[in-house]
């Protein structure tokens, strides 16, 4: 079931549709049923989106379609899963098992979830995740303690200064009955006190810092081991920025609350009471003019600190948005200069600079008037002191020292109070940042290994039964797919973009698992083989080839852990790729820069060849490995493939069809299915999807290249 | 002009844009409750209707696709249609189309680089508040003229503010320093 929000006019309403137990779904408005189908006269129900919204329709038996209900965009997702469940229904006759409904919005506040995050941010529970975070903090508890005690230690002997030096005045100097020796014990007391304080202060708060240096490296190497663990699914649903961002940034914060909120929260605490004492019971006429600007400060600190911020985001913006149309221009000034636009791109920076510039200025004006009236008025307490002070030691109520005292802890007394005010907002942040590193931490991996694997020698037999995948469950890419591949044998994947072809692969990789239906290896359920010993018997080469930066060596090792010389050159001369190497001036040591940018796109092909056959895999996937290459470059690519598969079993996928002229059988994917499969010539008698292709391409090779099929 | 109007006869002659023939379109509502075109002798069951310039000419250049997503043709302007066709393709026009105009901006909370905000948004005079969260702020809260402004939340829902002038003063005092 699950609540849709617009009528059929796109009016706003409350609406209803169920699937019930005689596979009846009815669609109601405020409890009025507007329509009943029957989900065994239907062939699929399917969810289609608009601009801001989208509808639910069932495609009946005799091909017609039926509206069901529409909604805005915040429903798209209830409605897909829906579907999945109708559709489990209307080609299995059985309702699936329940699974857990991920929340979209918080239940509290209506608000709804940040992307990838499943809590809502404005209404965790903020001293669980506290008390979370500190319990994680244990193994480093004993050495903050002792640091932290000792760093209270400093802050009382940095206290003891002002006391001494009210003795000083009023005991020896005012009095004037003080002796040298007097004078030099108490201003070495200081001395002592300072430089004692200082000290101790350095020695414990690198104690301090590099506990909370190996907390953060902690937590750090925690959310890195999930992240490696999660599938691609759940990767998926957070940005590679976001993840470095989890993983970099706020361990950083954490470990600034820790080094710094953290550590302060108690010596400030400690050092306000004491001096709150000290002087309360010094005077306690004075202490209270001490605070009187408090609540004024306070409050324009409060109220001023969401105004400024907002003015500097929005400085930020202006930078960030200046900063985008630069990067843009100078990447494109190729482009920009042969359509001869320099002037407008000239006025489009500017434009976009002058507003920075403006709003730079106000908030630097805005700032400059606010900052020196902030600490105007946080000094008043300083002046009422001295104006009051000075004439209670005037008429005699009062003595300088005292007065000194007094002057000289204020400092200590605002501190804490400054500090007050910002501390709820380090702690929220602090804390909404733990939160986001334990729901990585705490994420259950969806691809979950067996326990006792049944590592079996692959070799090389395949199976697809029945299979059914969508990466959206309400949209399967892949629906009901059955191959059986025999070991050794080429296989070739054919269809349109977005037919599903590199799905398969990514299923037979394991990085995801099928919705419906399963995948075998010699008759094992790939579930049941562990995730490392697959890996290890399956070499792929992806179109897109990711090197990493380092050497050449390291790149092709990277393939087979504790790989040989001997075994690295001969998966270069395999891969075509051990000539060029030798070229280089280091040789197999050459170092690549990010991304093997400084290889060309055969180069980088040929070495990912390489790292893909070191492992002798006994399955070998080759996903669009050669498309984005030359004709010359993939002919010889393409010789080193034809070496390579010889005994492999070896899935390809290809949009030039001539690559696959040597494969066993072809299989053509359309919408998900498979539509055709045979041999080349098979498929080309059958005049089906494949000869189309095969037509539509010798069209388009008669104006750019021969293909040969 | 001249060159442009050089320029357009050019490229119309390599390609057919594959304009509508108005008096020939016989636009329909399906009984599934649909919109279904016949069009010289084929019968379109479900046809998907795309504004080519939606913020620009809303009523001009709109796609027609069957349900396979194959453009069908381009409705040149909607003022060539006849009024009963012409209400029937507005009509699904505006159930493809849905964007909410908002009338009040209750709240505004920044929050790890989300905004979150509470609108009074409404259609055909109807009004209800909406709770949304909105990533990337500089591309998705988004000026479309000097007085109109789109807001796109993460679900993928858009709701506009037709005049930002006609906006009470607090609305505009909490969208301000998001108007880039």
Known sequence: MFNYDLDLSMNRANGTVTFDESGTITSSINGEVLLTLSADNMTELSVSGGVGCGFLYATMKDESEVLICRFTMSVLKAAGEFCKVVNYYINSKEFPKSEEKHKLVCEKCGRPFAEGISVCLFCYDQMGVLKRALMLLKPFAPKMITAQLFLTLSQILYLLVPLFSRMLIDDHLRTQTGTAMQVIILAGAMFLARGLGELIYIISSRVYNKCSILYSNHLRVLAYEKIQKLSLNSLAKRTPGDLIRRVMEDTGTVRNFISDAGRWAIEQMIVFVVVLIILLVTNWRLTLLVFLPVPLVAFALSRFRGFIRLRYEKQWRKNSKAHSILHDIIRGIRTVKSFGKEEMEIEKFAKATRELAQVSSDNEALWSLLFPTLLFFTGIGEFLILYFGGRSVLGGGLTLGVLIQFTMYIGYIYGPLRWLVSFPRWLADATTSMVKLFEIIDEEPEIIAVENPKNVPLEGKITFENVTFGYKSYEPVLKGIDIEIKPGEMIGLVGRSGAGKSTIINLLLRLYDPNQGRITINGVDIREISPEYLHENIGVVFQDTFLFHGTLYDNIAYGKEGATPEQVIAAAKIANAHDFIMQTSDGYNTIIGENGYTLSGGERQRIAIARAIIKNPSILILDEATSSLDVETESIIQESLDRIVKGRTTIAIAHRLSTLKNADRLFVIDGGKIAEYGTHFELLKKKGIYYNLVMAQRKTSKIAEPVEV | ?180
């Open chain 2, 1 to 180: 002009m001249e060159n442009t109007n050089e320029a357009s006869r050019s490229l119309a002659s390599a390609i057919d844009i594959g304009f509508l023939d108005p008096k020939k379109a016989e636009f329909y509502v399906t009984a599934g409750g649909f919109t279904g075109l016949r069009y010289e002798g084929n019968d379109y069951k479900r046809i998907t209707l795309r504004r080519a310039f939606p913020i620009g000419k809303p009523s001009e250049y709109i796609s027609v696709a069957d349900k396979d997503n194959k453009e069908i043709g381009i409705i040149r302007s909607l003022a060539d249609l006849d009024k009963d066709q012409y209400e029937i393709v507005v009509a699904e026009l505006e159930k493809r189309y849905y964007s909410p105009t908002v009338y009040e901006v209750k709240s505004v909370k920044d929050k790890l680089g989300y905004v979150y905000m509470e609108l009074l948004v409404g259609k055909n005079g109807a009004t209800y508040t909406k709770n949304c969260a909105v990533k990337d702020v500089t591309r998705n809260i988004r000026l479309l003229s000097e007085d109109t402004l789109a807001i796109f939340d993460v679900d993928g829902n858009r709701y506009i503010v037709e005049s930002l002038s006609k906006l009470d003063k607090k609305s505009l005092k909490r969208l301000e320093p998001y108007l880039l």
